[in-house]
């Protein structure tokens, strides 16, 4: 085969010179499928790069024989920059994209054959919730019982699993015909009858609309190619080589997307009815088209997306789905420390059925990880606030290069109210985004509704924005027409004068909003090349604009802003697009990731970063805080009782603590509030299977466990229990006792300096407890073992919840000294040792508790007088217990 002349020819040793072995290996494998298992930092998107340009200089394929798969259009635009790099500009016209990209070209070309005119609009998620709500007003669904965000939650599961709307009318609502008028829903037994004829009618209206959302780009073409022959066998001819990043995070969908381009599934088919026709005995089958070679890339310890329908199986089946694939492991770790490398490593090796590995670097030990336990969020907040102050003043860090973290976005805040008191510039990741801004929303509906008139979410949206006279009556009259007709909304607009009884008034309005929509379409055809220009005449032609800069609402000045951004994205994109279009540029802007909005690797926004742990895959910075490691923060509450959560939720403690680069930070907190109470936590159990030796703990206890029952002075280690007198550690200049306590409010928001601690005034007495917990839980009186009791779960049974698995978060209630639930004091308790032995309790043993009854062993770890058990006790949930003085006998 003649090779591309605009292919730049690279040696080998020039691709594969500077790579380890294992990363060599990978690159320059030849067989039809391989698995590449990147842990963290190890250089996936190298290795992936190199042997795409591996393939096309030493294999001597043609570019455009390749398919590469990433998960966002960051990661895309990085790929194909480093591709430019490694074979020229040949890569700009490569397949390049994101799974979704990748439909919408497909659907783009081939979608007609099944309905699907190349027009089609992508509904986003406030789209998509608006067409719910129409189809629940016309059902007379109640949307505060069955809210749309929960229906196409399920609609969403649906579609990841292809199950089509069509079997579950049939299974659950087989009376149902989707487009029928004046049908409502009465009361139903199963619930799934509801979801079923929402989701048939959803799909009805998408399709009458020529729309999609974006688990239909998948779906969709996955249905394509399966019904359409002559399509799929264009592209199985077209792509020869199929590589897949973050292989872990796909769907069931995304699984079967690989297989039908590849061709897996329909040679395997082939192979097995020439053996069946011929009656011959199991042998190899020559194909005219043999299936694709097929790369993946990923981590099953980084698989996060469960919520998001991502199927894990997808890649610990690698082997078994394709059978003789090929799997090489990448180790070592170019991003972190060893010190946080040893961490990961620990936490994540407590996950069953996992394929060992082990990340190493040749980056040296590091800095320890630095932890603080605080005495509630608002403290945790403060300290992190000051230590951010002080890191940046004193040791000269960015703020760009460091990341705060958290389980959930409620977590954020306290941090935003002390980032702020502090002074500190900030960037919120996962706020409102900018397309999802009301009057972006706006001028983008009226840009969709002129690329596609069949679109009647977006039509009916803009028909009375900006404010015009045509409420919710006018809308109504267009509604009845056009469905009485089978019609779209447009079209009912535009036959306007068809329409009997309609009002003078509503009548005029109604003609000058058709009048305004076809002037607006003519121009946006004259001038389809320039997005920006259409977007500039859509602004001022109707009153978008004009509304906001008349307004003296000072909020309505940042919204002409985001309008003005508005046309400089298309405008840019006119720039970096040779065929620019407007449906082209609603494409872009309708495919645009979380991560996408985040400022590139190189780029210094002057600004901390917060964010969820689901939107930090992915990243790295310098300086990570890790935060809210408390049970049921996080891990989060819903976990303790799955043991499939369980494991997902220590990925994503895995995933947070290898995002940092140099330097680690775990901060937790004894009170948090939640649903309006005050509850007390208890340390994250991925603080206990990180090893004592790798924290350097800046404050090792709150104020509340520190006050209970005198522990510094009865030498009970435990790494979140008491402490000794080998647990004083220097900061800032001296020693800290009970006597301190760091980053209460008070000291923090009143103008006190952040870059200095050691002249700083910190009480932790009893006097102080009271103003530094704002929920009001210092006043509470918990005596002596009620930390204790959190920590190993023998409290008295004040758990708010019982097989919830949330034993580990309870609400502060007044306690006596009498409740420390051995009938003992709780000095007494710490001292007594029951000698049982770790070595003797194994995973699904049975023992009995004196409190708690018959429970089952689920997890040990063995830390010599430290151990602990965890047994799951049936109604009265999941304890965790020092083994040394737990009343337990095993049976």
């Not at 030493?58 to 398919?67: D, E, K, N, T, Y």
């Not at 907190?669 to 340390?683: D, L, S, Y």
Request: some cysteine; glycine content about 8%; overall charge neutral.
């Amino acid at each position: 085969m003649q090779q591309d002349p605009d292919l730049i020819a690279r040696s080998a040793t020039e691709l594969v010179g500077d790579l380890n072995p294992q990363q060599a290996q990978a690159v320059q494998y030849r067989g039809q499928a391989l698995l590449i298992g990147a842990g963290a930092g190890s250089g996936k998107t190298r290795v992936l790069t190199r042997r795409i340009a591996w393939i096309l200089t030493q294999f001597g394929a043609w570019p455009s024989q390749i398919l590469a798969i990433t998960f966002t259009n960051k990661a895309a635009a990085e790929m194909r920059e480093r591709l430019s790099a490694l074979i020229g500009p040949v890569a700009e016209h490569m397949w390049v994209s994101t799974f979704h990209s990748a439909c919408v070209r497909i659907l783009r070309r081939d979608g007609k054959a099944i309905g699907l005119n190349s027009g089609f609009s992508i509904y986003d998620t406030a789209d998509c919730e608006r067409l719910v709500k129409l189809i629940a007003a016309d059902l007379n669904i109640d949307v505060k019982r069955y809210t749309p965000r929960a229906i196409l939650t399920r609609i969403s599961d649906y579609k990841n699993n292809l199950k089509s709307w069509q079997s579950q009318l049939k299974t659950y609502a087989p009376d149902y015909r989707p487009g029928q008028r004046g049908y409502q829903i009465g009361n139903f037994g199963d619930i799934e009858v509801l979801y079923s004829i929402v989701y048939a009618e959803y799909q009805h209206r998408l399709a009458a609309a020529n729309a999609v959302d974006f688990d239909d780009l998948i779906g969709r073409t996955v249905e394509l190619l399966r019904t359409q022959p002559d399509v799929a066998a264009y592209y199985r001819h077209k792509f020869r080589y199929i590589l897949v990043d973050e292989y872990q995070d796909t769907n069931h969908a995304q699984y079967v997307l690989v297989r039908e381009l590849a061709g897996v599934d329909e040679h395997n088919a082939a192979g097995q009815s020439a053996l069946a026709a011929s009656g011959a005995p199991a042998a190899p089958v020559q194909m005219s088209q043999q299936p694709a070679w097929i790369t993946v890339v990923g981590d099953s310890d980084q698989s996060i997306y469960a919520f998001r329908g991502a199927d894990i199986r997808n890649i610990q089946d690698f082997e078994r789905d394709f059978p003789g694939a090929k799997t090489i492991m990448l180790e070592q770790n170019y991003r972190s420390t060893q010190t946080i490398l040893d961490a990961a490593n620990a936490v994540i090796a407590n996950n069953q059925g996992r394929k060992p590995k082990k990340l190493w670097t040749a980056l040296g030990k590091g800095d320890p990880i630095i932890g603080y336990a605080a005495d509630n969020a608002q403290q945790e907040a403060a300290w992190i606030a000051g230590e951010i102050a002080r890191i940046h003043v004193e040791e000269g860090v960015a703020y760009s290069d460091i990341a705060i973290m958290y389980r959930a976005n409620a977590q954020s805040r306290s941090l935003e109210e002390a980032l702020i008191n502090a002074g500190l510039p900030y960037q919120l990741v996962g706020g409102t985004k900018f397309y999802e801004r009301r009057e972006i929303k706006d001028a983008i509906a009226y840009l969709q509704a002129i690329v596609n008139p069949a679109d009647n979410v977006n039509m009916r949206r803009i028909l009375n924005v900006p404010k015009r006279g045509l409420g919710p009556r006018a809308e109504s009259i267009i509604v009845a027409w056009s469905d009485a007709r089978g019609t779209t909304f447009w079209n009912g607009v535009d036959h306007l004068d068809e329409i009997e009884g309609v009002p003078t008034r509503t009548a005029k309005q109604l003609a000058a909003f058709r009048d305004l929509m076809r002037e607006l379409s003519a121009f946006a055809a004259e001038h389809d090349a320039k997005p920006s220009e259409i977007v500039a005449e859509v602004l001022q032609r109707t009153g978008l604009l004009g509304e906001l800069q008349c307004s003296e609402d000072p909020q309505d000045a940042s919204r002409v802003e985001n309008l003005s951004q508005l046309q400089s994205v298309a405008a840019e994109f006119e720039q970096n697009t040779p065929d620019a279009t407007l449906a082209g540029f609603l494409e872009t802007t309708a495919l645009v990731a979380d991560s996408d909005q985040l400022p590139s690797e190189n780029e210094d926004s002057g600004k901390v970063t917060m964010m969820t742990l689901h939107t930090a895959k992915g990243l790295e910075y310098p300086v990570v805080f890790l935060t809210g490691m408390e049970q049921g923060t996080f891990p989060h509450s819903r976990a303790m009782e799955d043991a499939s959560e369980l494991s997902e939720e220590r990925r994503l403690a895995y995933v947070g603590i290898t995002r940092a680069k140099r330097r680690l930070y775990v901060t937790r907190a004894a009170v948090r509030a939640q649903w309006g109470q005050a509850n007390e936590m208890m340390p994250s159990q991925f603080l206990d299977e990180i090893p004592d030796t790798l924290i350097d703990w800046k404050r090792r206890e709150t104020g509340m466990e520190r006050m209970r029952g005198g522990w510094s002075n009865n030498s009970f280690d435990d790494e979140f229990g008491g402490w000794d007198d080998s647990d004083t550690t220097t900061f800032g200049g001296s020693s800290y006792g009970s006597s301190r306590s760091y980053g209460s409010r008070s000291s923090y928001g009143s103008g006190s300096s952040y870059g200095s601690y050691g002249g700083s005034s910190y009480s932790s007495g009893s006097s102080g407890s009271s103003r530094r917990f704002g929920s009001g839980a210092s006043r509470t009186g918990r005596s002596g073992s009620a930390s204790y009791r959190s920590r190993y779960g023998s409290s008295s049974g004040s758990s708010t919840s019982s097989r919830s698995g949330k034993v580990t978060t309870r609400r502060t209630t007044p306690k006596s000294s009498s409740s420390a639930g051995f009938g003992v004091s709780p000095s007494a308790a710490l001292k007594r040792d029951n000698g049982l032995n770790i070595a003797d309790f194994h995973v699904g043993d049975k023992v009995t508790h004196d409190q708690y009854g018959l429970g089952t062993v689920v997890d040990t770890v063995d830390k010599g007088p430290k151990s602990v058990l965890t047994v799951d006790f049936g109604s009265s949930g999941v304890k965790r217990l020092m083994l040394r003085v737990a009343p337990i006998e095993k049976l």
